[in-house]
Structure formats: C-alpha cells, structure tokens
C-alpha cells in the first residue's frame, strides 16, 4: 500500500511536473494505493527513465506503477528490444509493462515468428502479448488453419489471439456454420471470435429470428453476437418498440443491441423526451442509446445550453450525446473560447466536443501556431482538434516539410494532421517516389497521406502495372491507393 503523501513525494523525487502530479493525484488511484509500494514504485521510475518513457504516458497508464515490477519491466524492456519494438510503441501500450511477463512475451514472440506474423501487426496490437499466452495461441492458430482463415485476416484482428479461446472459438465456428454465416463475414469480424461464446450466440440467433432480423443484418453487424446478451437484446427491442422505432432502423444500427442497456435506453428516451428531440433525429443516430448514459446526457445538455448551442447543431451531431463528457466539454469550451473560436463554429462541429480532450487541443493549438496555420483554416477543420495528436502533428509537419510540401497545401487538406501517422507518411512517400508519382499529384491529393496505407498502395501499383495503366499516372488514381481495399 502506498499513500497519497508517499505518491506525491516519489513522483516530485522522480521528476514529474506539477502539473502532471496534479492530474495523477486527482485520478480515481484505487489500483494504485492499494497495491503500489513506495520504492517498488521508486525503482520502475528509475527503468523507465533509462528507457527514456515519456512522463506524460506513465500519467496516463498508472497501472504500470501499481501492477508492475522493476526487475521484470526491464526484462520485459530487453525482449521487447530484441524485437524491435520502439519506445512510442510501448508507450501508446504501457499495460505490456504492468501486466506482462518477460518469459511468457518471449514465447508468444515464437509463437507468433512461427507463423510468419508480420511485425506491424504485433507492434499496432501489443496486448496480444500481455492479453495472449503462447500454449493457447497455438491452439487457436490449429483452429483457424482448420477453418482457413487467412494469416492477413488474424494480422488485422490480434484481439483473437490476445482473448480467444481455441476450444469456444471451435464451438462458435459450428454455431455459426449451423446459421450458415458466411466464411468472408467472418474474416470480417474475427473479434466474435475473441469475445463471443457459442452458447450465447446460440440464444442471440433465436430472439433475432424471433424478431424477424434477417440474417444478412446480422452479417453485416456481427458484433451483436460477440457483445450481446439474449435476454437484455430481447428487452432492448421491447424498450425500441415501445418508442415505435421501426425494425428497419434497427436493422441499420445493431450496435444499439451488442452494446446498449434496456433500463438505460428507456432513461435515455426520457431525457431526449424532456429536450425535445424528436424521434427521427433518434433514429438517425442510434448510436446514442447504444453508448450513452442518462444523466451524462443530461449534464450535456446543461453546458450545451450554457454555451448557447442551437438545438439544430446538437440533433444534427447527437454523436455528441453518446460520447461526451460534460466535464470535458467544458473545459474544452473554455480553450476554444480563448482560441477565439465562434460558437456558430463549434456548432457546425460538434464532433469536437464529443472526441476531443481539452488538453491536448490546446498542445495542437501550439503546434499549429508555431507553424503558422491560419485560423481560418482551423476553424474549417476543427475535426484536427478532435483526431489529431498534438505530438503526432509535429512529426507530421516534420515529414511534409523533408518532402517539400507546401504550408498552403497542409490547410487545403488538414484531414493529414487529424488522422495521419508520420512514420506511415513517411512510408507513403517512399512508395509513391518508387512509382515516380510526381509532387504535384501528390500535392493535389493529399488525403492519400491520411487514409492511404504503404503496403497497400504498393499492391494496387502490382495491380496497375500488371493492367499497363501507364506511368503517368494521375490524381485520380492517387485517389484509388486510399479506397480500394
């Protein structure tokens, strides 16, 4: 056990800001009282430090100090190294650290290595290394192969490894066999293979076909099986038809069934009710029984309305509802507010506030600024502020201005700062300068730095060069490189 007094004083020993002891003393620390020690903790600040992990990530990930052990995080430090796993990597999965063992990891690593997964897909999903074990792992990769599931397929779904097991996943094939879902269906959502269980998914099928679901609904939305329950799935539709939702707009948002609450959903409606909103808006966005919560709602609408936005922004974005934080919500509105950002603005974007977190919008105002990006500009994409990293952005920045594209270009295209990733650009750059693609197509098309994928693009060049599409090749087909899958 540690106290709040012995925390603050190994945290101010090793060096983190005050500002970030503040944050780390105001969070819900139950795990880490409980169970950190004062020169436990002491001793993993020291490991991390030679391992340059960034303050700022250990303040966001303090299970690594209460769950975590000094000795085995730098054992878990030297096999992570010797499979070239970067520092910003463990550090967007500090669980790794906390939870993993240095034994354990190096096996799955085997594991993994036998069946020639490729390193990106480990890297973009290390909880298969704390989540998975490696005896299991091969167990489920003897029921996959059995079942063909291609090696591409499970790269893109590590979850299935890090959370399935081989004996239920073999159970859930025959479940789903038996309601004759498509092999292709599947491979499109291998996590009903982590989180389902066939017993369930059994019962989940019945109360579908009871409500007349069709079975290509289903298909398109499997999460209702890996995330539902029978019985609340057979509440939720009694709650909806109470509300007179149509089963057509049900059928379109499944979600609502895989994640929502019936008792919730009903208090939801009640709100909603009180505010107004009608129906249809409901309808269009589902999404806001599936994931919100009552009172959180309410509390939104509480600031919204302080903040004088229109009715008219909140149904036109009630995502805003769903995934907010009134707490955050105003925070964030007190950092635009002081950016001179309209209110008619914020309105037209109210994604912002549903996705957004009040400091790092104000970092990505810095990052902005220090690269003179107009307002203007910002204020026609304000979804950066929602998406991007501000951290990220500078590494950005750094990649465009090494391949000489234009301040200018970047506002014409912002989407690249929200939801690019700078290690990919650069990548990106590489492939498309391999083609001979000249700057000035690229600089008309940026968006295929944000959306498109290296790997990918290089496949679809096999593609066009195998049909002779020629060389000079144009916008449009830079376009191609971010949508065809």
Do not use: P, W
């Not at 919500?329 to 007190?334: A, P, W, Y």
């Not at 234009?406 to 492939?431: D, R, Y």
């Amino acid at each position: 056990m540690i106290t709040v007094d012995e925390l603050e004083n190994v945290l101010r020993e090793s060096n983190i800001s005050e500002d970030c002891i503040s944050r780390i003393l105001k969070k819900d620390n139950k795990g880490l009282f409980k169970h950190g020690n004062a020169k436990e903790i002491e001793k993993i600040f020291k490991v991390l430090d030679k391992h340059e992990i960034n303050k700022e990530a250990i303040g966001n990930c303090l299970s690594v100090l209460a769950y975590g052990k000094a000795e085995e995080i730098e054992k878990i430090f030297e096999v992570l190294g010797k499979y070239e796993i970067k520092q910003e990597t463990i550090e967007n999965c500090l669980s790794v650290l906390a939870h993993g063992k240095a034994e354990e990891i190096e096996k799955i690593f085997a594991v993994l290595g036998k069946h020639e997964i490729n390193k990106e897909a480990i890297k973009n999903c290390l909880s298969v290394l704390v989540q998975g074990k490696a005896e299991e792992i091969e167990k489920i990769f003897e029921v996959l192969d059995k079942q063909k599931i291609k090696q591409e397929t499970i790269e893109n779904c590590l979850i299935v490894l890090a959370l399935g097991k081989a004996k239920e996943i073999e159970k859930i094939f025959a479940v789903l066999g038996k309601y004759e879902i498509k092999q292709e269906t599947i491979e499109n959502c291998l996590s009903v293979l982590a989180r389902g269980k066939a017993e369930e998914i059994e019962k989940i099928f019945e109360v579908l076909d009871k409500q007349k679901v069709q079975q290509e609904t289903t298909e398109s939305c499997l999460s209702v099986l890996a995330l539902g329950k029978a019985k609340e799935i057979k509440k939720i539709f009694e709650v909806l038809g109470k509300y007179e939702i149509k089963q057509e707009i049900i059928e379109n948002c499944l979600s609502v069934l895989a994640r929502g609450k019936a008792e919730e959903i009903e208090k939801i409606f009640e709100v909603l009710d009180k505010h107004e909103i009608k129906k249809e808006t409901v309808e269009n966005c589902l999404s806001v029984l599936a994931y919100g919560k009552a009172e959180e709602i309410e509390k939104i609408f509480e600031v919204l309305d302080k903040h004088e936005i229109k009715q008219e922004a909140i149904e036109n974005c009630l995502f805003v509802l769903a995934q907010g934080k009134a707490k955050e919500i105003e925070k964030m509105f007190e950092v635009l507010e002081k950016q001179k950002i309209k209110k008619e603005t914020i309105g037209n974007c109210l994604i912002v506030l549903a996705q957004g977190k009040a400091r790092e919008i104000e970092k990505i105002f810095a990052v902005l600024d220090k690269h003179e990006i107009k307002q203007e500009t910002i204020e026609n994409c304000l979804s950066v502020l929602a998406r991007g990293k501000a951290e990220e952005i500078e590494k950005i920045f750094e990649v465009l201005d090494k391949h000489e594209i234009k301040q200018e270009t970047t506002e014409n295209c912002l989407s690249v700062l929200a939801l690019g990733k700078a290690e990919e650009i650069g990548k990106i750059f590489e492939v498309l300068d391999k083609h001979e693609i000249k700057q000035e197509a690229i600089e008309n098309c940026l968006s295929v730095l944000a959306h498109g994928k290296a790997e990918e693009i290089e496949k679809i060049f096999e593609v066009l060069d195998k049909k002779r599409i020629k060389k000079e090749r144009n916008n449009r087909e830079l376009f191609k490189c971010t949508s065809i899958r």
